[in-house]
């Protein structure tokens, strides 16, 4: 807790988030997978970076169809990440640093191999509806690829898995299932760790007719499968579920006597939703991750059919949410493990990979709500960009080209698409120096090193005071320092070049000014009246001092100690 305006903060508002991608953050024992030792080694780099979090990708049993997302039992550490020692040595390494763990948890689905599914099988069993099943599917499409519905012999009937075949949905309307998913948080909570970010938590209440069944979607003209969210996401009863798990789980305090930070993953959440369920006093979460921003530059509900989009157009939706969010928190991110790389989508890799990291860090960073650096975003590295199949290990780019070319489309075409947005582009392991496998492994690497992150390691950036890496830290430390950052107000300004952005947070007579120029070309300088006379506290471009003029991706912050002298 810290103090801003004599009002107690929780962390996490001031804070900001490490995402780390377990297995391919740091691998210890040379099997070419990273690993909670792995990880415990890197502790004093993130101490350094100066996060006050690390979120770690699932490393519960699992037979790892999704990635660890596919968990067949959340009280087991998978051998393959550690064992419960090595979680023990971590979470002591992550506390005496003040940096908290947060686990991923995902409970809308559980894997096949889950005990509950291998009882729920069988017929007559007492676990029979922890999961959905039915004599006749509906035509939901899975977001891997085909239906969301699979024939199981043993039951005879058919189960739900939105995601993919290995990753059956559990069934919240039945009480036995939540009381489970709350007692088995809890005993996370007795481990150490300090919350949760609950993968796609939004899609637990499922929209029943009045018999308790799932309902068709429309679906488009000589089309079979179709789009089912209306069937799932943002269900009527999300609300009471999570009420239900803030009582039981959320309420409680961690070890470190802070409160458990709760984090829902949201696809497709509306910003009115996402303001009752993060309320300061009301709500249940303290913050979710919002998709609007992400799902611009492609077609609605088609993640591989990209649509040209201006990086300034994802600024200013996130900015709506800035005001739109009310009471209510935010999370801020460019990535994750499932989006393709900042740098590569939104910036210009080739030609101005620092200046356009740096200034997509800055623009996010100093807005209002947690930020969240995804693992290497804090080097600038690009997306891989792979485009053969062989190098391809993630189930929905597999399932999505196996899918497209049986409806005959020409693979490389296909190809060409997951080179842009496909999951493995971002899923390479961290580059930590500059030998053959970066540090990473003394092994192979389960998924290749990308070749153009040579040269970007974080032993070469740590030395640089000019690196994106040197860039982040300072963005870290201003959120630290500044309360205007944690809690000021909001605005956009308006100006006239639709590729250069300008917002203004304000707090109690201090206000600070972000001018940035998302794009390859140059810009004027908006008309900020007396702003240039603010303290410029960072910028991309210290040599350009207070020109009128803005370089290809400049970014300057500048900092009011009376607002009334900032435009
Ligand atoms: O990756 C996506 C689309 O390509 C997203 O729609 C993603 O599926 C969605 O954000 C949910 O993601 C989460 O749940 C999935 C898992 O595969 C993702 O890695 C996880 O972040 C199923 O558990």
């Not at 024992?29 to 979120?55: F, Q, T």
């Not at 799932?232 to 789980?249: A, H, I, K, S, T």
């Not at 077609?299 to 996130?318: F, I």
């Not at 493995?424 to 580059?431: E, I, K, L, S, W």
Request: some cysteine; glycine content about 10%.
């Amino acid at each position: 807790m810290i103090d801003v305006e004599g009002q107690t903060v929780p962390w996490w508002r001031s804070g900001v988030i490490y995402q780390v991608y377990l297995r391919s953050f740091a691998d210890s024992d040379g099997d070419g997978i990273g690993d909670l030792v792995g990880l415990l080694g890197k502790v004093d780099y993130l101490a350094r970076l100066g996060v006050d979090a690390v979120w770690v990708s699932p490393f519960y049993l699992s037979p790892q169809e999704d990635n660890g997302y596919d968990i067949s039992d959340y009280d087991q550490i998978d051998p393959v990440f550690g064992s419960e020692d090595d979680l023990q040595a971590l979470i002591d390494a992550l506390h005496a640093h003040d940096i908290r763990l947060i686990v991923d948890l995902a409970v809308n689905h559980t894997s096949v191999e889950h005990t509950w599914f291998v009882e729920s099988r069988q017929p007559g069993s007492a676990r029979r509806d922890w999961y959905w099943w039915a004599d006749e599917p509906t035509n939901w499409e899975s977001f891997f690829s085909g239906s969301s519905w699979e024939y199981d012999e043993v039951a005879g009937a058919h189960y739900l898995h939105v995601f993919g075949v290995g990753q059956p949905d559990l069934n919240w309307e039945n009480p036995e299932v939540r009381a489970e998913v709350a007692a088995l948080m809890g005993r996370w909570l007795d481990r150490g760790v300090d919350g949760f970010r609950l993968d796609v938590i939004n899609f637990v209440s499922k929209d029943v007719d009045a018999g308790g069944g799932l309902r068709d979607a429309p679906a488009a003209p000589g089309q079979v499968l179709a789009d089912g969210r209306d069937g799932f996401v943002n269900g009527p009863r999300l609300e009471e579920y999570l009420q239900e798990l803030d009582q039981r789980v959320f309420e409680r305090t961690t070890r470190r006597g802070e409160p458990v930070v709760s984090i829902g993953e949201m696809p497709d959440v509306t910003i009115d939703l996402a303001r009752r369920i993060t309320a300061r006093e009301e709500g249940s979460l303290d913050m979710v991750f919002s998709f609007e921003h992400v799902d611009l530059d492609h077609e609605p509900g088609d993640k591989w059919r990209s649509r040209p989009t201006r990086p300034a157009e994802a600024v200013a939706n996130l900015a709506r949410w800035q005001i739109g969010i009310g009471s209510g928190w935010n999370s801020l991110y460019w990535s994750n493990h499932d989006q393709p790389r900042a740098v590569s989508r939104w910036g210009d890799p080739d030609r101005f990979r620092v200046a356009s990291a740096k200034t997509l860090g800055t623009v996010l960073h100093l807005m209002r709500g947690t930020p969240f650096i995804y693992q290497g975003e804090e080097l600038g590295l690009p997306g891989a960009r792979w485009r053969n199949r062989a190098d391809l290990r993630d189930v929905e780019s597999l399932n999505y080209l196996a899918s497209a070319v049986a409806a005959g489309e020409p693979e490389r075409d296909v190809l060409e698409r997951i080179a842009c947005v496909g999951r493995d582009n971002a899923r390479t392991p961290m580059p930590w120096d500059g030998s053959p496998q970066g540090g990473f492994t003394t092994g192979n690497p389960w998924i290749a090193m990308a070749p153009g992150h040579r040269g970007l390691d974080a032993q070469s950036q740590e030395a640089d005071g000019a690196s994106v890496l040197a860039h982040y830290r300072a963005l870290i430390a201003l959120r630290h320092e500044h309360s205007v950052i944690v809690e000021g107000t909001f605005t956009l300004l308006e100006g006239t070049d639709p590729d250069t952005v300008v917002y203004r947070r304000e707090l109690t007579g201090v206000s600070l000014l972000v001018v940035a120029r998302l794009a390859s070309t140059g810009g004027a300088l908006p008309a900020l009246g007396p702003a240039a006379d603010g303290r410029l506290l960072l910028s991309t471009h210290p040599e350009a001092g207070s020109r009128a003029h803005l370089e290809p991706w400049e970014s300057r912050v500048l900092l009011f100690d009376d607002a009334t002298s900032a435009p």
